[in-house]
């Protein structure tokens, strides 16, 4: 994956992805409007839903499939309405959802496609792993979960502008921490640069104690994965 972008908790990594799809540096990049629908499955964290709601779009519950425990395609289909604009599938309980039917949905729709992997980091189909099939994936690195920070998240995706978009949302909208920032600091260099927010934004930002223990629990990721699948 191109880009990683690290945040306090899986939640907040729900708020940012959310967040980048109302706000952009370029507005023609912007996705959904207030009132836009997002299908999410009845099986899933609150925090997967809290997002849509708490920045005026409005989630839409869908049936799960049994087997899978993700959006049943079925249920989805029939609530399709004009004001439809994403989905956001959760991956569960280590699970990889079968993306070729969920990715040829969206397609089909004209869905934006969000992936909630905060269960199943390590977790690949087709090869390729889990949140990289649409617009963005996340994880969450709770005490629990597979990567552990104690509390910590991460964004990931292979756009670079939305990459950079979400450093700015994860840090007061600044543009500190863009790859691109020299471009903003020519092209308002009337401002300090120190000083200079395109977004509008939070303090997402994780600790220095996180990142390190994320970078330590980096280097055994094989063998922690392999002791969840033996507990399995």
Known sequence: VKNSIMVNSGSSANLLLVSSLLYRTNNKLKNLKKGSEVLVPALSWPTTVWPILQLGLKPVIVDINLKSLAIDLDSAKKLLSSKTKAMFLIHVLGQACEMKDYVKFCRNYNLILLEDCCESFGSFNQNKSVGTFGYGGTFSHYFSHHL?????????????????????????????????????????????????????????????????????????????????????
Do not use: C
Request: no cysteine; aromatic share 10%; net charge positive.
């Open 148 to 232: 552990n920070t104690i509390e910590g998240g991460t964004v990931i995706t292979n756009n670079n502008k939305l990459a950079d978009d979400l450093r700015s949302l994860r840090s007061h909208g600044w543009i500190r921490d863009r790859f691109d920032k020299k471009m903003f600091e020519n092209k308002y260099s009337n401002l300090d640069p120190r000083f200079l927010f395109v977004l509008p934004g939070y303090n997402l930002r994780p600790t220095e104690f996180q990142a390190a223990l994320g970078l330590e629990q980096l280097k055994k990721i094989d063998f922690l994965l392999n002791q969840r699948d033996k507990i399995i």
